[in-house]
Structure formats: structure tokens, C-alpha cells
């Protein structure tokens, strides 16, 4: 069974068609999406309309899609103090999402348990401890081991952090950072997501980097009008950093 699984896609919808192009081309049956559908991208409706439809799709909140779904000025401030463009964001997003799908990424669930083909798969956004933990690159595997410890899956996806990257363990877990469909945070800017295919008790993974229309995605974040909104475009264009 060939499976999709995609994360941080944070409304970037030409990203989001490019990458469903190459998921029918390689006939994946179902998509794991690990959250961030909305937040400091060109088009969070469409993206959270999309999704919605999907009915071959598990979907689970990511941290941003918790800040919308539940949010508060005193977030906002928080937020302010640390990434001050993100809490523009947030507040320009929760203008012009409507409250269903406001509602909708307030009760997606934190994490999702799944037994595939008999290997027991978790989806996570940051870690099993955390929304908000990264696992990144080139970490030492004790320290991914102390954030993996107390879950009894095989194979762990994760997302959050939109730089891909993948961990074993001395007790043969596998960690898989998917990377981020709308907002990659590398010197590659293309889409980023992974196919799993699962077969006879194990699997195989494969990241794939699609290019798509990033002049056309960085033109309509920048009619979002908000400020700190040319940062956002700019980061679709060549992005260098987490955030802005």
C-alpha cells in the first residue's frame, strides 16, 4: 500500500496542486497530512476547503492550526514578542477564515495511532511529546531517542520543523520528518512531502521535492496586504530561514 504524507502546508495552494499531481501519478491511496493547513500562506480558505473534501485523507492539528482554532489576543502578544510578521499573520487569518473552518482545525486531532500492513505507524506534528518540538537534522539519536521515548510505534511521522530528515533507533523505531509542502525551510524551495509504501510487515520511504508556480504563490501572499507580508512572499521565493 502506497501511502502520502504531507505536512506544513500553510495555505500555499498552487504547492498543494502540484504535489496532488505527483500523488496520482504514483497512485498513493490514501494522505497522512500532519497539520498546518492555514496559517502565513496565500489562500487558507482554499487550502482548508480542499482538504475538507478529501475523503481519502487523516488529517491532525499542527500547532498554527491550533492558534486559529483557538484563538486569543494574549496569543497574539506572545507570539508578537518573538516573530512579529507570524502574529500579523495570525491576526489577518483569523479575519478571513470562516468560523466553520475555524472550527474544523480546532477539533482535528493532536496525534493519530494506525496499524498498517502490521507496522504500528504515529502521526505527530512536532514530536509525540509536542506540537511544537523539532526534530531537525544532524540531532545526536540519544536526543531523539529521549523524545520518542514511551511510544511503541514502528515508524513515527512528523512534520513542524519543514526541513525533512529521518532517525533510526537502537530500538528500530523509525522517525520521519516529512519536511513542508507550502513553506520549505531549506536551500531547496520546492514542495516537499513522502511516500511510505508499506508491504509485508515493513515499509520504505522516499521524500520527493516538487518544483511548482512559486512566483504565482508569492504574488498572492503579497496581496494579503498585511505588513511583514513581503517577508512571507520572499520566503516562498528563497527561503532561508524557520521564520520571519
Request: hydrophobic letters at 40%.
Amino acid at each position: 500500500m502506497k501511502i502520502a504524507i504531507v505536512s506544513d502546508i500553510h495555505a500555499n495552494y498552487p504547492a498543494l496542486e502540484a504535489v496532488m499531481e505527483d500523488i496520482k501519478k504514483h497512485a498513493c491511496e490514501k494522505v497522512f497530512c500532519l497539520g498546518d493547513l492555514a496559517m502565513a500562506g496565500p489562500q487558507p480558505r482554499m487550502v482548508i476547503d480542499f482538504i475538507r473534501r478529501q475523503t481519502n485523507w487523516i488529517v491532525i492539528q499542527g500547532n498554527t492550526d491550533k492558534l486559529i482554532g483557538d484563538f486569543s489576543r494574549e496569543t497574539v502578544d506572545k507570539l508578537r514578542s518573538v516573530f512579529p510578521v507570524m502574529a500579523n499573520a495570525l491576526l489577518d487569518d483569523v479575519l478571513i477564515i470562516e468560523d466553520d473552518k475555524k472550527d474544523y482545525l480546532k477539533n482535528l486531532p493532536v496525534q493519530k495511532k494506525l496499524n498498517i500492513e502490521g507496522v504500528k505507524v504515529l502521526l505527530v506534528h512536532g514530536s509525540p511529546r509536542r506540537n511544537n518540538e523539532d526534530i531537525l537534522p544532524n540531532m545526536p539519536i540519544a536526543e531523539v531517542e529521549n523524545i520518542v521515548e514511551g511510544t511503541d510505534a514502528d515508524l513515527i511521522f512528523c512534520g513542524h520543523t519543514h526541513v525533512p530528515c529521518g532517525y533510526q533507533t537502537n530500538k528500530k523505531q523509525t522517525i520521519v520528518n516529512v519536511g513542508s509542502v507550502g513553506r520549505p525551510m531549506t536551500s531547496e524551495p520546492k514542495a516537499c512531502y513522502v511516500i511510505a509504501n508499506f508491504e509485508n510487515g515493513g515499509f520504505s520511504i522516499e521524500h520527493r521535492l516538487i518544483d511548482y508556480d512559486r512566483e504565482t504563490a508569492a504574488s498572492i501572499m503579497l496581496a494579503r496586504n498585511f505588513d511583514g507580508v513581503d517577508k512571507l512572499a520572499e520566503m516562498i521565493m528563497h527561503p532561508t530561514q524557520r521564520h520571519a
